[in-house]
């Protein structure tokens, strides 16, 4: 049952609530006369954001605004914080948006950052170390409870243990994604296949699907900096396994940055290598059963899949919403995780095969506090309101709601369908380990070159040699901008 919401203004697409905040976090009144000053925070949720309907439409298909009720209560913890929250069209979000709002000094205090853009950021001053926070309690936690001796211990360590930088932090990961394949179940039995396990039979089925005249591989294409398939890393990630990720990450925990830059200046992680070629050759081999507008980023990725044009889709886990709600779902549908890379295609892999590292991890519900908090004055404020986000309770009013992502707070119900990938990625290392993700672990001055030989290569305009000489002059780069910005000895 939904809760009142007095004193709730919503106007235009931006809303005010008022709160409150422990009385030792607000500054006295310059009267002295013993009332506080109230402390004006604003707030950008992401994918928090109330849908401005919450009628279910094909263009509305997860409607929410539960962070409105939580915000209520918060109403009831401290009357001298007022909570602005502002609406950004998507067309005008993400990384530019952000860079925009902060030179000109108008980001919100609080608002989404994943931790690969905050991490080159850290020499511009834009966002606040959360470290002295993080190791403090968390004051909404009962005595007992993870996070009443220190707010970190709320956290899952593993998917935590990412976002370090500098052995600070600079975000809160809430939530948890992975990715896997979702396919067509009816489709699938016309023609007597079922899900494959490893990278030979996943081609096999392509063909199978190709010979009837389908173009069976979609999903999600990244951007040219990002990838143009979540498969591609963990492809490479097998193809690494054996032979270069233990001197990359000799200690097999969560690969650093400083580990990655080290690789390539010592020449254990280079393009030019066996495994790099053996990477690309592997991945291109996919590209003929991909539909033929694949290098364009679609706005509805789930349209071709669920039209019943391509009977293999690769997305993650935000999708269960659409898929178990949609009307245009009208046949059987089942997932299948990244296949193995095994002997029958490469003779670089383990044995056993080494499974692929799950992709995702800690990318979901990640929020920071820019710096202008301080300068505002309003800091503990907004520490204090994430803090209150943090109870398992609230956190789990808002995510289960929109159903697209796993908890990354200790004592949160799971989705049930979810709890596989979410044991992967709690209690053992996957994306973390991940040193070929270019976007994460290296920069946007890297990625970008690197994506770009990457796409020309498969789309035969450059040939494996000039890529490789191409990515190879972005991973030089890249590691000298970082040794020498981190005072790195390698």
Not at 44 to 49: A, I, L, Y
Request: proline share 8%.
């Amino acid at each position: 049952m939904k809760v009142s919401r007095r004193r709730f203004l919503q106007v235009a697409g931006m809303a005010t609530v008022t709160g409150a905040i422990a009385a030792c976090a607000v500054a006295p009144s310059p009267e002295g006369a013993g009332a506080a000053e109230v402390a004006e925070l604003v707030a950008n949720w992401g994918g928090w954001t109330p849908t401005q309907s919450q009628e279910r439409s094909e263009d509305n298909p997860i409607p929410h605004d539960n962070i409105l009720q939580v915000l209520e209560a918060y109403q009831d913890v401290a009357p001298n914080t007022n909570v602005e929250w502002i609406r950004v069209p998507s067309a005008m979000g993400g990384r530019e948006w952000t860079i925009a709002q902060q030179n000109a000094g108008t980001i919100p205090h609080i608002t989404p950052q994943a931790h690969w853009h905050v991490k080159d950021d850290l020499d511009k001053n834009w966002w606040q170390e959360l470290t002295p926070f993080m190791n403090a309690p968390n004051p909404h936690i009962p005595s007992g409870e993870p996070g009443s001796s220190a707010w970190v211990d709320q956290f899952f360590p593993i998917p935590t243990k990412e976002i370090l930088m500098r052995d600070g932090y600079y975000n809160m990961v809430f939530g948890l994604i992975t990715t896997f394949f979702y396919y067509n179940v009816d489709w699938f039995n016309e023609l007597g296949l079922s899900g494959p396990s490893n990278y030979a039979e996943f081609l096999e089925v392509c063909q199978a699907f190709l010979d009837e005249g389908v173009r069976a591989y979609g999903g999600w294409t990244g951007s040219i900096s990002d990838t143009d398939h979540w498969y591609r890393l963990q492809l490479g990630g097998m193809v690494f396994a054996r032979d270069v990720e233990p001197q990359v990450n000799p200690d097999r925990d969560n690969a650093s940055y400083e580990e990655v830059a080290c690789a390539i200046e010592n020449g254990i992680y280079q393009p030019d290598s066996e495994q790099y070629r053996e990477w690309l050759r592997l991945w291109k081999l996919n590209v003929p059963y991909r539909p033929e507008d694949w290098t364009v980023r679609a706005t509805d990725s789930h349209a071709k899949f669920l039209t019943k044009h391509e009977p293999i889709m690769e997305n993650g886990t935000w999708s269960f919403p659409r898929l178990l709600t949609d009307p245009l779902v009208d046949f059987e549908w089942d997932t299948f995780f990244a296949p193995l890379l095994t002997a029958e295609s490469s003779a670089y892999v383990t044995e056993p095969p080494t499974p692929a590292w799950p992709i995702g991890g800690p990318v979901g519900d990640q929020m920071a506090i820019a710096t202008r908090a301080e300068k505002d004055g309003v800091l503990a404020n907004a520490v204090d309101l994430m803090q209150f986000i943090s109870v398992p309770d609230n956190l789990y009013q808002i995510q289960s709601e929109i159903g697209t992502t796993m908890p990354n707070v200790k004592g949160v119900p799971v989705d049930p369908r979810f709890q596989e990938p979410f044991e992967l990625l709690t209690t053992q290392i996957g994306e973390t380990q991940m040193f070929i993700y270019e976007e994460v672990k290296m920069d946007a001055e890297a990625a970008e070159p690197i994506g770009q030989a990457w796409r020309a290569y498969l789309l035969d305009q450059m040939s494996q040699d000039d890529a490789v000489a191409t990515i190879s002059e972005a991973f030089d780069s890249y590691a000298d901008r970082f040794i020498e910005r981190e005072g790195l000895t390698c």
